[in-house]
């Protein structure tokens, strides 16, 4: 019985370190990154901005990473990651502003900025996103 058990110890122990050696998966929420942007964006865009709005910004700016990146729609997805792929916060709010406008929404730019900077910055915290690129 002593050595089935000390087996079993040395094999739940393997496993448990091989996966302490992988690093987790970002798991991306929309409302809880919508709600994580909107605590970190500022008092003029959360004036103006609305939760839905600010929602569909998160929406649109994910949109524009699915078109010129890996990313997975659902967890279990694993994307081809290939090339890395350059973002910036000037397409992202055009993107938005296009996609809004679309709808007959009309957004500010600024504000618009400020939320795809703050998606942008959710990202990275998440390990969803690598940093700003440097400038060459």
Do not use: N
């Amino acid at each position: 019985m002593l050595i089935v058990f000390a087996i079993a110890a040395g094999a739940v122990g393997r496993e448990a370190h091989l996966l302490d050696a992988v690093p987790a998966r970002p798991v991306f929420d929309p409302d809880e990154a919508t709600t994580w942007i909107a605590e970190r964006l500022p008092p003029q865009a959360t004036a103006t901005l609305s939760y839905g709005e600010l929602g569909q910004i998160v929406t649109w700016t994910l949109d524009l990473l699915r078109q010129r990146a890996g990313v997975a729609r659902t967890s279990g997805e694993v994307p081809d990651a290939g090339e890395p792929a350059v973002i910036d916060i000037d397409s992202a709010v055009d993107y938005s502003v296009t996609e809004a406008m679309a709808l007959g929404v009309e957004l500010h730019r600024d504000d618009v900025r400020a939320a795809v900077e703050q998606v942008m910055a959710y990202l990275e915290t998440i390990g969803a996103v690598g940093p700003e690129a440097a400038d060459d």
